[in-house]
């Protein structure tokens, strides 16, 4: 996890970034795409927090601080492990249910204007079972 990527570095349309949480007491860093879509969920979480979804590999993933800082929270099929940061309160990443061998990122905790084009999708998390496999393997891309 105290890997050195390289922020910035572009490898064939992804690019290294960084994120944290309000307090920066989490951070990490992630190879993304440079052109993404985001999806905007209604389930009660999200809509509450404001998470933007941007899901990529776990191996596309590293923790660089505060892992202490984490605490967890699961709900429902108590498969999602929602990740908070204990100082501010707020969720930077987690595990989700839909991926779970991949990180879900919020957008909305990292640069957006280092994306080169950003597309947000509604998704109907509110009816979620009907709609899961629209996100499935999203972690693959």
């Known amino acids: 996890m105290d890997r050195k990527d390289p922020i910035g570095e572009s490898t064939s349309g992804k690019t290294w970034r960084e994120g944290a949480c309000h307090c920066g007491a989490v951070k990490w860093r992630a190879l993304t795409p440079d052109d993404v879509e985001i999806d905007r969920c209604n389930c009660s979480i999200c809509t509450k927090t404001g998470f933007l979804h941007l899901i990529i590999p776990a191996a596309n993933f590293h923790l660089i601080s505060g ?9 429902n099929t108590g498969v999602a492990v929602h990740r908070f940061c204990k100082k501010c309160g707020v969720k930077s990443f987690y595990i989700p249910r839909s991926n779970p061998d991949g990180i879900s990122l919020n957008f909305n905790c990292m640069d957006k204007n280092s994306f080169h084009k950003v597309t947000i999708k509604e998704f109907d998390g509110q009816n979620w079972e009907q709609h899961a496999d629209s996100l499935a393997h999203k972690s693959r891309l």
């Open 67 to 75: 892992e202490e800082m984490l605490t967890d929270y699961r709900f």
